[in-house]
């Protein structure tokens, strides 16, 4: 039996329905921190997971980033295998998405569940389901991956929840999408998978008439996910989203690239500036995106 996992006072807010509206903010947009890129935060430290010391400092970590950026925006992904425990003191409390899949660099011939772990299993922990998955219509395990995404959906429409797809690009190969294809690549994927999500996550298409393109594909709504880059070029790449349609953002390592430099001298994670970090250039930064997402739907109406 997997443990119930919810924020102190929160139990009767999440016994609404596991859909869309629970992670969006007043004006209808999708502001979305990513708090499950536990593997990440391994790497950048070079922590090793096998060790219970190690995931406990990754956790500590998770736990400061839950506990000061719950509050500015509307949804937060999480690791099942980290217990989240935020105090949150705001009736605008984030509504919860938490990770299927083991890390997307496993995701070869078949996807791979988290162990003791599932879409019921979400359902009873009153979240939505999250799907990070590499993907290239002509990659040879393009069937697989598609036909995973389309029995996960049927299984969450089936339990009551919906699915974020978070669909990122990878050429047939595993690497990255060459720019002159990237459109192209990235129309023909959202044909394949468009049914099976009740949101998108999608990477910045490479222009705004580009993303006007993405956006007049489809029949619902779809968010800029980040991957690499820094904060400032990701910003600048929301605003041009936000433009052509776009419904808001998934943020995840672009709120901390930086923090890998905060280390001791034994190059282990230096909680004595961690915090501060955190509480301040990670803070500001969601509080400002989650400005220009509802600021984009206010000039709306």
Known sequence: MVPLILYPGYPILYTKDMKLPNIATEFEMYGLVALDQTEDLARMFGL?????????????????FGENVAKYTSGLILDPRSLLDVQVETEQRPGLIF???QSPAQLTAQ??????????AIKNNYGLAYINLPYHPKEENSLVKKK????????CQYQGIDLILDLQLISPDGGKVHPENLLEVQLQAVQELRGFAD?????????????????????????VSSRDQNYGQFKEELRDSLASGARGFLIGRSLWNEMGKLRREDQSPDFDHIPEYIQTTVRDRVIELTRIIDETAKKED
């Open 48 to 64: 090793d997971m096998a060790q219970t010391s190690s995931l406990n400092q990754i956790e500590s970590i998770q736990m400061l």
């Open 99 to 101: 990770r299927l899949l």
């Open 111 to 120: 996807a791979t569940i988290l162990p003791n772990w599932g879409v019921e």
């Open 148 to 155: 995973f995404v389309a029995e996960t959906f049927d299984f």
């Open 199 to 223: 949101l998108l996550a999608l990477d910045y298409p490479g222009s705004a008439l580009a993303a006007a393109s993405i956006t007049a594909e489809l029949d619902k709504p779809w968010i």
